[in-house]
């Protein structure tokens, strides 16, 4: 497994970031190669993406969410072997720090090579990057859910 690490700090309150972050299906608005995400119910959601000309779908399964704090996941399915955490960080009442964590399994000889040379820490710091513009555009986010769901 491999690991990539990154923060982001947003000029947004804590729980603006936080609601926003759970709109789980705006992903594809600034995160690149993610072409649609589907959420099933409550702890699962549906992937579509394409990346480096290679499209899969995979389901991820929320294991942890505290509102305000942090969503942790992970897939349920073979063909993409992920999980991570999202966590949220008051830095003041106007500015909030997002970090995300993700362990993954490159599949592939394209694939590690590109971690091997840092693409996915890439992607993952671009993505937050235009999370940050996306939601300090707006301001405001464009819902949320609050609901916890406790690991085990």
């Known amino acids: 497994m491999s690991m990539v690490k990154e923060s982001v700090d947003v000029a947004v309150p804590l729980h603006t970031a936080y609601n926003q972050w759970t709109q789980f ?5 600034f995160m690149e190669g993610v072409d649609a995400v589907t959420q099933l119910d409550d702890r699962h959601n549906h992937w579509r993406t394409s ?6 779908e995979f389901d991820t ?4 969410q505290q509102p ?18 999202v966590t949220f960080q008051r830095l003041d009442d106007r500015h ?11 599949e592939g000889m394209a694939e590690k ?4 040379m840092g693409v996915v820490d890439r992607r993952v710091k671009g993505d937050l990057k235009r999370f940050k ?3 300090e555009e707006r301001g405001r986010e464009e819902g949320g859910w ?5 690991p085990g």
Do not use: L, Y
């Open 68 to 85: 305000d704090e942090r969503i942790a996941w992970r897939t349920r399915d073979g063909e993409v072997d992920q999980k991570g955490v």
């Open 61 to 64: 399964e929320i294991v942890d």
């Open 51 to 56: 990346i480096g000309g290679v499209s899969r």
């Open 133 to 135: 513009e996306f939601i």
């Open 113 to 116: 090579a590109g971690d091997v």
């Open 146 to 150: 609050r609901g916890r769901i406790s």
């Open 25 to 29: 299906e705006e992903f594809p608005r």
């Open 96 to 106: 909030t720090r997002v970090n995300m964590a993700i362990d993954f399994r490159p």
